[in-house]
């Protein structure tokens, strides 16, 4: 698929002690490139920090798998996929290279169709009172 627009910016990643509420949440802020393509949104990571050492990686979301698109506080875009897996996306170069993306991001999950579920194949028949699949005529 085709890249549409790439932007600067930050994946961040939260770290918190689920035993004890009294110890402060870290947050770590990767550095990277987000790409936007036709078809999915991509990070780019090419600085994880002190945290992962020279750790370079990417995660890729196709638009198919997304659930929805929140926009945050300080300019945070946040990717929810319909497993409930959350990205964040933050520390963009400008307001208008972060309002450019979100609204990218919106508009691509919107033109992407839902993929459709393959019709049943007619020649397969299921017994009611068993639920067992039979082929051919009944």
Same mark, same amino acid.
């Given at each position: 698929?085709?890249? !549409?627009?790439?932007?600067?910016?930050?994946? /961040?990643?939260?770290?918190?002690?689920?035993?004890?509420?009294? +110890?402060? %949440? /870290? +947050?770590?802020?990767?550095?990277?490139?987000? #790409? !936007?393509?036709?078809?999915?949104?991509?990070?780019? !990571? #090419?600085?994880?920090? %002190?945290? #992962?050492?020279?750790? *370079?990686?990417?995660? !890729?979301?196709?638009?198919?798998?997304?659930?929805?698109?929140? *926009?945050?506080?300080?300019?945070?875009?946040?990717?929810?996929? *319909?497993?409930?897996?959350?990205?964040?996306?933050?520390?963009? %170069? +400008?307001?208008?290279?972060?309002?450019?993306? /979100?609204? /990218?991001?919106?508009?691509?999950? %919107?033109?992407?169709?839902?993929?459709?579920? $393959?019709?049943?194949?007619?020649? $397969?028949?299921?017994? $009611?009172?068993?639920? $067992?699949? *039979?082929?051919?005529?009944?």
């Amino acid at each position: 698929d085709d890249v !549409v627009d790439h932007y600067a910016c930050a994946l /961040l990643q939260k770290y918190r002690c689920y035993l004890n509420n009294s +110890t402060p %949440e /870290l +947050t770590i802020a990767m550095r990277g490139r987000l #790409f !936007v393509s036709t078809a999915n949104i991509a990070m780019h !990571v #090419f600085d994880a920090g %002190e945290h #992962f050492g020279d750790s *370079k990686f990417t995660i !890729v979301v196709p638009f198919s798998d997304v659930a929805r698109v929140q *926009k945050g506080a300080k300019a945070m875009m946040r990717v929810i996929t *319909k497993s409930q897996t959350s990205f964040i996306f933050a520390n963009f %170069e +400008t307001d208008t290279h972060f309002n450019a993306s /979100l609204n /990218l991001v919106e508009h691509m999950i %919107e033109s992407n169709p839902q993929p459709m579920h $393959e019709p049943p194949n007619i020649d $397969e028949r299921i017994t $009611e009172s068993t639920g $067992e699949v *039979k082929d051919g005529d009944s």
